[in-house]
């Protein structure tokens, strides 16, 4: 029954993809409707979850975390992620424009910059824009991202620095010198550079030192990022600078205080729960929301090539 | 190998037991990368010294082949080999 409502609402969007976009938002919301509802139960479950440990760091009132709103809006961001994903880039960029806020990123220096984020699943969304849009703009990242897969990779191939190459961090010293701003996901480590166990949200995190080493060492600011939900519109805020210090930990540690408030804005945006938070229980809940997703992905490829075959 | 050649050598090896913190006797030319404890931040670190020290800046292509380095030595070798 769900994978034919997921079957429903991706037709839906398949057939949107070129219609007007605040008429493609409104039909996709009235197809996903009935796969809200129909997923409440699980909903329910994951959002406990994430109010629970809210709720014991900061006392948070959850009462906002109504279950159904909360995962309707997340069922919504993820059909605009693999829409992005299906169709071509220029495609995307059009479609996303008026749905997605990147002003604040106006805000940044052209002299250089380390923008930080979490793992956020509107990376897509904001992804396809300031790639685009912001020629200055580098990413890191220890393997592909679901942006090289967009149809992007011309795009971004070349503003690409890969952790995996030891010798990447002089690369991006020099890249930083010359203007450039690199967008970096902290809350994921890799194996080539020293790592830090930090408190986050109340539990232990572990991080890489590099994006402290990196602003440190080409002397530029660090500007932690929250990507969030307005109402109908994705919004950026570019969270208070950080400046490195020689002390690394202490510096990550300070980009990590602001980005806590990333994840408040917006919680279920957050890709890491279980990673950090990590049991048996949402481990679990982990596992059964990347079914989900791929469910819709492989529904809404399905219906995208349906409706390209029928031309 | 020239004498200018074997005291920039000397300079790079100094340099990197510097970053890792230890010396030639406790981990030997032939320690593996992996094991030396000389991550990629400590090996840049290493990298920016020696080209402020010798005035000198490495391609990409020379930075890149560092990647592919297995042991200490290697290191060593292709930084000497692009000075």
């Given amino acids: 029954m769900t994978l034919q409502l997921y079957s429903r609402a991706a037709d839906v969007l398949a057939e949107s993809i070129t219609a007007d976009v605040e008429q493609c938002e409104q039909r996709l919301r009235y197809a996903m409707v009935d796969c809200v509802w129909q997923l409440i139960p699980f909903a329910e479950d994951y959002v406990e979850l994430i109010s629970s440990v809210l709720t014991s760091f900061r006392q948070t009132d959850n009462a906002y975390l109504s ?33 997605i806020d990147i002003a604040e990123l106006e805000r940044l220096p052209k002299s250089g910059a380390i923008v930080a984020s979490l793992h956020q699943s509107r990376y897509l969304l904001f992804g396809s824009r300031f790639f685009v849009e912001r020629p200055e703009f580098y990413k890191m990242a220890a393997r592909p991202t679901s942006i090289d897969h967009a149809g992007f990779e011309g795009r971004v191939a070349k503003r690409t ?19 450039a701003t690199i967008l970096m996901m902290i809350d994921h480590v890799h194996s080539h550079a020293e790592k830090y166990k930090l408190r986050f949200l109340g539990a232990e995190m572990e991080v890489n030192l590099g994006a402290a080493w990196l602003a440190l060492k080409a002397g530029v600011p660090i500007f932690p ?33 602001q980005l806590e408030q990333a994840v408040a804005l917006d919680p279920l945006s957050w890709n890491r729960w279980g990673a950090v938070f990590g049991d048996q229980r949402k481990g679990r809940i982990q596992q059964e929301l990347r079914a989900i997703k791929q469910t819709i992905w492989q529904e809404i490829i399905r219906a995208y090539r349906r409706r390209e075959g029928a031309r | ?41 400590k090996l840049s670190e290493a990298v920016l010294s020696l080209e402020h020290q010798l005035g000198i800046v490495l391609d990409d292509d020379a930075l890149t082949a560092i990647s592919d380095c297995g042991t200490i030595g290697d290191v060593i070798d292709l930084l000497a080999a692009n000075l």
């Fill in chain 1, 161 to 179: 620095l890969h952790a995996s190459d030891r010798s990447t961090p002089v690369k991006a010293v020099r890249a930083l010198s010359a203007g």
């Fill in chain 1, 67 to 99: 279950a159904k709103e909360v995962f309707q809006r997340y069922l919504v961001s993820q059909f605009y992620d693999r829409l992005i994903l299906a169709v071509e880039p220029s495609a995307a960029v059009r479609l996303s424009r008026p749905l």
């Fill in chain 2, 1 to 41: 190998m020239s004498v200018a050649g074997q005291a920039a050598k000397d300079i790079i090896q100094r340099e990197l037991y510097r970053v890792i913190g230890s010396d030639l006797e406790s981990l030997p030319l032939s320690t593996e990368i992996e094991e030396s404890g000389l991550d990629s931040l």
């Fill in chain 1, 225 to 257: 990022i929250a990507l969030f939900q307005d109402g109908p519109i994705y919004r950026l805020r570019v969270l208070p600078a950080v400046y490195p210090t020689a002390d690394l930990g202490a510096t990550m540690q300070n980009i990590c205080l």
